[in-house]
């Protein structure tokens, strides 16, 4: 019954708008597959994943750089870095898989790593645990300046996203955790969930609050933010966190999966790489660092 509602849900976040014929639209496509053309860039074994370069997918996804989770009968192992491949991408409610692989060639794909993301002598270092955050600024649904110094009595869960992200089990699904964490705080002042979209071109505060008002409207320790026009906010933000992302400006965008928890002083308290972890697990750490905060 959970992952009914679970995807539900998805379907709910992928609509462009909240009538209920786009969402009935949406459910009618729920089991989906699509033919991709890509280029592997990165292999992980413990996974039993492949990070990929795709072409735009028709209809469905721009061209992007992303993982993608291989079905139980295949293994990472088994690719090379620069295998030019085509795959069919399987969409069945919440379960994102790929399979069907052909190698047609293998390339180089020097062109692709061109990221001077974490250059050397950037101002901008990632922070470790117990390190104190810059004050970033950022906007709400109606254009309000919004920072983190605003909530720096509180504990902050921060999860970086694009509103564009159609693959149910990356950035959709961490809306879907942060809206659990939202709820089962609804009754505690001390937790602000924020989260930040970092295609800062795209993701106006106009597009935000079209694309997730609905999820906002019940829950006020929520907040969507943009970063248009806030980049440089955006950079010292993800750089501390060591989120990256990339291709924002050629409309062929990459990400990695990091969420943080920030304590009162904006004092790094914790990350969660990926999606991989729970709500559940989330809250106990927020309410074990809220009792350790509170006996001081």
């Known amino acids: 019954m959970k992952s009914f509602y679970y995807i539900l849900f998805i379907l709910t ?3 462009s708008c909240s009538s209920e014929k786009d969402v009935a639209s949406k459910a009618s496509k729920s089991n989906q597959e699509y ?13 039993n994943e492949l990070s990929i370069h795709h072409d735009e997918i028709p209809g469905f996804m721009m ?18 870095i620069g295998d030019s491949i085509h795959f069919k991408l399987f969409i069945k409610g919440n379960n994102v898989y790929s399979d069907n692989f052909n190698i047609i060639d293998n390339v180089d794909i020097s062109h692709y790593e061109v990221d001077d993301f974490w250059m050397e002598d950037d101002e901008y270092s990632p922070l470790r645990v117990g390190e104190i955050f810059s004050d970033a600024t950022f ?3 109606e254009s309000n300046k919004i920072s983190l110094s605003d909530f720096e009595d509180n504990f902050m869960l921060i999860t970086f996203i694009f509103s564009r992200c159609p693959i149910p089990n990356m950035c959709p699904a961490l809306i879907y955790k942060q809206r659990e964490i939202a709820t089962r705080f609804q009754d505690n002042d001390n937790l602000k969930l924020l989260t930040i979209s970092f295609d ?3 993701d106006t505060p106009i597009i935000l609050e079209k694309k997730y008002r609905i999820l906002k409207a019940n829950n006020d320790n929520w907040m969507f933010l ?17 989120f990256s992302f990339w291709g924002v400006e050629k409309n062929d965008i990459g990400h990695n999966m990091r969420t ?10 914790k990350y969660y790489d990926g999606n991989e972890w729970t709500p559940k697990g989330v ?3 927020i309410q074990n660092m809220m009792k350790i905060y509170s006996s001081n």
Do not use: C, W
């Open 226 to 242: 943009s970063s248009y026009q806030h980049l440089n906010d955006l950079y010292m933000l993800t750089k501390q966190s060591t």
């Open 283 to 285: 809250e106990d750490d």
């Open 200 to 202: 800062h071109l795209y």
């Open 260 to 269: 943080v928890l920030i304590g009162p002083g904006l004092k790094f308290l």
């Open 63 to 80: 061209a992007m750089t992303m993982n993608f989770k291989l079905s139980n009968n295949l293994y990472a192992d088994n690719f090379q």
């Open 35 to 47: 033919d991709v053309v890509g280029v592997v860039l990165d292999k992980f074994s413990d996974r």
């Open 13 to 15: 976040i992928l609509a």
């Open 139 to 141: 906007l709400d649904f």
